[in-house]
């Protein structure tokens, strides 16, 4: 089983900037896809932001712009780096990490909380 730790959350405020990490005990995620997904209280979990293996990419609209996925140089994290943050950006940020062949697993969430 692939676990998943998120790091980098916290409480920033609104127009700052942060850098989330997801990374998997003792496992390279160059072979996964990459993808971020938010949950505020009270609401369903939305798609944030991916990275395929080809790295290539893909932004739900509201984070075009802002955020931007990649991978750390050595390929055993996967990045998100949050920009001009919004108070609507609250959220409980997950990782979700995707092969064909490795399975899907979720991070626990890392919370990124915007004052205004």
């Known amino acids: 089983q692939v676990q998943l730790v998120e790091s980098g959350g916290g409480l920033v405020q609104s127009g700052g900037s942060l850098t989330l990490s997801c990374a998997a005990a003792?496992?390279?995620?160059?072979?996964?896809?990459v993808g971020w997904y938010r949950q505020a209280p009270g609401q369903e979990r939305e798609f944030v932001a991916r990275?395929?293996?080809?790295?290539?990419?893909n932004y739900a609209d509201f984070a075009k712009g802002r955020f931007t996925v990649t991978r750390d140089p050595t390929k055993w994290k996967g990045l998100l780096h949050l920009s001009n943050l919004k108070p609507e950006d609250t959220a409980v940020y997950l990782c979700?990490?995707?092969?064909?062949?490795?399975?899907?697993?979720w991070g626990q969430g890392t919370q990124v909380t915007v004052s205004s």
């Open positions: 979700r990490a995707r092969s064909s062949m490795w399975g899907d697993h």
């Open positions: 003792g496992r390279t995620l160059a072979n996964y896809a």
């Open positions: 990275l395929y293996i080809d790295d290539t990419t």
